[in-house]
């Protein structure tokens, strides 16, 4: 099936540095997901965008919904060692909102 | 504490062996869903339940039957598994309101066919 094109695949940072990921589609998306997923938890909301050019924060994460509808990137500023984890995108495209395509996720390891 | 309650946390089974995962939700949400998750593989959708009735089923083996008895509570029936089916079984639910779909997640049942 369809899936997400998400990088990079890993980071290994120092503590206080600010991270980078992003996601790339084929396709249009009308919604952008992204999660953080701990070891043997489920993933869990970090936030949700809808629209297209929507630059959305969450504490030290913000995250911005792509204006070609095909991208989206999450930032991380100020790193801590509690954000290690898998960071994951995930989004609807148009025509089919029960079907959360992802990405294969972005590990981080944080070194305080 | 997302409000996606799922029961048992780690099940180990063999593959003669009947069992079922549960999953409840408490946020007032309409649709519920099964997802598997496997190493590197990006999640698997099994099944969708909006209003409590199937409404996607992703060509999932009949080994796993899913049962929505209410908007608030979602099982999975497990019978004669394969080790193939050892993985992170995630169930999740939403308020579909049109286009606008914000998944929320449990904390998943681990479970090993041996």
């Known amino acids: 099936g369809q899936q997400l094109n998400q990088s990079p695949q890993s980071m290994f940072i120092q503590e206080g540095e600010d991270v980078s990921m992003n996601c790339t589609s084929s396709s249009i998306f009308n919604t952008w997901l992204w999660y953080k997923q701990d070891p043997g938890e489920g993933p869990v909301l970090l936030i949700a965008?809808?629209?297209a050019g929507e630059l959305t924060s969450n504490g030290r994460l913000t995250a911005q919904f792509g204006i070609t509808r095909k991208d989206s990137f999450l930032n991380i500023s100020a790193s801590i060692p509690s954000d290690v984890g898998i960071y994951f995108c995930a989004g609807f495209n148009a025509g089919n909102n029960r079907k959360l395509i992802w990405g294969l996720g972005t590990s981080l390891a944080v070194n305080p | 504490e997302t409000g996606v309650t799922q029961t048992p946390r780690h099940l180990v089974m063999g593959m003669t062996n009947k069992k079922s995962l549960k999953c409840e939700q408490h946020l007032g949400h309409n649709a519920m869903y099964w997802y598997k998750q496997s190493a590197k593989k990006p999640l698997e959708l099994m099944f969708v339940?909006?209003?409590?009735?199937?409404?996607e089923n992703n060509s999932v083996p009949s080994r796993f039957s899913p049962e929505c008895p209410n908007s608030s509570h979602l099982f999975l029936h497990l019978h004669t598994l394969q080790p193939e089916d050892s993985a992170l079984y995630l169930c999740?639910?939403?308020?579909?309101?049109?286009?606008?779909?914000?998944?929320?997640f449990g904390e998943g049942s681990w479970l090993t066919v041996v």
């Open positions: 965008l809808y629209k």
């Open positions: 999740a639910s939403s308020q579909e309101r049109g286009i606008r779909n914000t998944i929320y």
């Open positions: 339940y909006s209003l409590e009735e199937r409404v």
